[in-house]
């Protein structure tokens, strides 16, 4: 039985005369879609497999096939003949175009056999002489085959050795992904000995030493795992002490390790190859000499077989000595080696004779956190999801550890220069690396939000942004939102109520309490609706948290926005509240008990003519002041013509009916309505704590996040007003009952109405997602929305068909961005893929649904 090891991810050229059994073969061996036959696509362009004269064309679309699976990462097995060395050329540079690996697969039958075999095909209507040109390609071509670019090479002689072959998958060598850590990726230590060993040390590994006292192993008592990231040689005191550590920990199992350029450049070195023996490696070679001739031997051994990057955690983490694009993830080639081993340059160089480096963290969007070391910079900093942890230790800088999952950067201090830079190193705090931290991070492009986007939520699955939402989003983010950085979350569209089955009025509890009844929500929470304008506010601990977790500006310590992203405030007054709710939260403790230095609020800014302002005046209040100019001397008229005896009581009654919706109308606006003085006068009601650092806290129930309210309320009642709160059993139809007294409470004293939610916050059915919350509101505020006269029986009428299934729709998916968002901000994701979510649900904000409800 012959074993045959297809990489995972690979270009399999099956190759046989025709009549060879590759259509059979790849059948038994390789699954339907991962095979693409040229006969196939004869058929898809001139409805005849067998037409010769269509095999350009066919060739033309089995090559855009194919490479649309390989870009994709998914197998891909050619099922041609594939006996000229045109044709393998041309899958060669596909497989190298895509950087995966080619292979191919030879079926070598006897020409008596395979003619046979075409002869009892009624569709092969072609000649002996056909299958013997072809079996004569093979023939000449298969001691070539390994040369012309396949990495791997089966022959299979005869029907025998082809019928009991056997296919396996393996993975490839950079394939790591069921090693979930955690791991310890340690930077660019080139041969700093001392400052590794107190580097494992503090990272809490135990040395394990030979009997001449030197370190031959490390192991963490937790299992944690070390990682290197290459150049662990050159440079350094000493190469051969580090070398002998790192092969200890990796034939033991407690690390991992990729090369470095200078691991690279070593091998070929020991190799004999003329290199410029320069950059320290004169230092290696020296240090080296010293050894024995297996130690040198091992080394070479060791250096020449690692592989050029791991992809590590289910994908989730990738290591590369100088960093590797997401296009490059998972992928062999030598394009990829090298970028791993050098990264990506200009092709020109600086003023010191160093290459210049195109910075492609700047550009990576990838969902991978890729950390990397080659270029070495000051401090270790995230730059879009990638972190360089070379902090120059050979020149007087640090030796970095990034732990992982924790994203906890761990140093130790060089003990000295031990190698001058052909660049000067800068000073770690100096003005050059702040401004070029500063600099970092904020980079966002039009490509993240523009067109028609899919946007994947842990929640919710994937969510499609239609095109022309996104460019209404986009006019309304760049022209009057707050900076990107500030914008952790929109909070999402609420889902109104059902629409009540009673007489006189368009929502009531009852709806809401049925309605999570019927999803399996025992236990529900009603919270009072304030009389204002939806906040959500962003206060950090102190300036320097501002300036290191978000970028802020001189003067900035965080934000308070609207629902669009726009400041409620300007930049003094936002500050000077911004003051008392981190005083607040302070008082209350907060942020010790929460471990953290910057906090996400979900609240209500009052009075809500604070925002709407405008909208009052120019909208509601003129309604208003005309029916009220209008409608009082209309009555006093028809009054004066029935007092004439004329029959004008219907008209009457009606226009006294209006007259007195008007008032109503009027009174409801007013109460959304009061005077302030800078901040005298202004209160936030917050009612849910989002997030912090490193964390969200949307698993806890709402009860918990209205007691930590409760306690920023208790803190400055000035400031902050508290939600009024009451739990309702949705199967107990007394407690049912007294949720409706509640809420008959509350709108009867002139109150807005009240949310419903699950009382546990985030909920699930095997329907999914359930409405994180329903608003009740009560028929005075519904005349603002509606207008004057809606209660009227007609009126009513014709508003009960709402069609809230699409708000319905809206409100769950913007949630579960909201959420998606939250959790990406909390992990500390680079700023485009928090964004990404964030205006996800500013662009759902442009769907066509009546804003009324």
Known sequence: MTRIAVPQLALVALVGASGSGKSTFAAQHFGRFE????????????????????????????????????????????????????????????????????????????????????????????????????????????????????????????????????????????????????????????????????????????????????????????????????????????????????????????????????????????????????????????????????????????CYDLVSHLVLDEGRLVVAHAGLKEAYHGRASGRVRSFALYGDTTGETDEFGLPVRYPWARDYRGRAMVLYGHTPTPEPEWVNNTMCLDTGCAFGGHLTALRYPEKEVVQVPAEQVWYEPARPFPVAGSTEVARDSAARGDDLDLADVLGRRVVETAHHGRISIRAENAAGALELMSRFALHPRWLGYLPPTMAPVATSKRPDVLEHPDEAFAAYADAGVRDVVCEEKHMGSRAVVLVCRDADTAVRRFGAGAGETGAIHTRTGRSFLDAALTEQLLSRVRAAVDSAGLWEELGTDWMLLDAELLPWSLKAEALLREQYAAVGAAARAALPAAVEALERARGRGLDVADLLERTSQRRADAEAFTAAYRRYCWAVDGLDGVQLAPFQLLAGKGRTWHDRGHLWHLEQADRLVAADPQTFRSTRRLVVDTSDPQSVAAGVTWWDELTGAGGEGMVVKPSAGLMRTHRGLVQPGLKVRGREYLRIIYGPDYTSPQHLERLRDRNLGHKRSLALREYALGLEALDRLARGEPLWRVHEPVFAVLALESEPVDPRL
């Open 35 to 302: 095979v693409i036959s040229s006969d196939f696509c004869r058929g898809l362009v001139a409805d005849d497999e067998n037409d010769q004269a269509a095999s350009k064309d066919a060739f033309d679309v089995l090559g855009y096939i194919a490479g649309k699976r390989l870009a994709a990462g998914r197998l891909t097995v050619v099922d041609a003949t594939n006996v000229s060395k045109d044709a393998r050329r041309q899958l060669v540079e596909l497989a190298k175009a895509h950087d995966v690996l080619p292979v191919a697969i030879v079926l070598d039958v006897p020409v008596s056999v395979a003619v046979e075999r075409n002869r009892s095909r009624p569709d092969r209507d072609f000649g002996a002489h056909v299958v013997k040109r072809h079996h004569d390609q093979l023939r000449r071509s298969l001691k070539g085959l390994g040369r012309e670019g396949f990495r791997k090479v089966y022959v299979l002689s005869g029907v025998d050795e082809i019928a009991s072959a056997e296919v396996m998958r393996e993975k490839l060598l950079n394939d790591r992904r069921d090693e979930h850590g955690p791991f310890d990726v340690i930077g660019d230590v080139h041969g700093c000995r001392v400052e590794l060993e107190a580097l494992l040390a503090r990272l809490g590994y135990v040395l394990e030493r030979d009997d001449g006292g030197r370190a031959v192993d490390a192991s963490h008592p937790d299992g944690r795992r070390v990682v290197f990231v290459g150049d662990l040689v050159d440079r350094g005191p000493d190469t051969p002490g580090v070398l002998r550590l790192a092969m200890g920990m990796t034939a033991a199992g407690h690390a991992l390790a990729v090369p470095g350029n200078h691991e690279h450049k070593l091998v070929r070195a020991l190799d004999g190859a003329r290199v410029q023996v320069s950059h320290g490696l004169e230092t290696t070679l020296a240090q080296l000499d010293d050894e024995p001739a297996t130690f040198r031997t091992a080394v070479r051994d060791w």
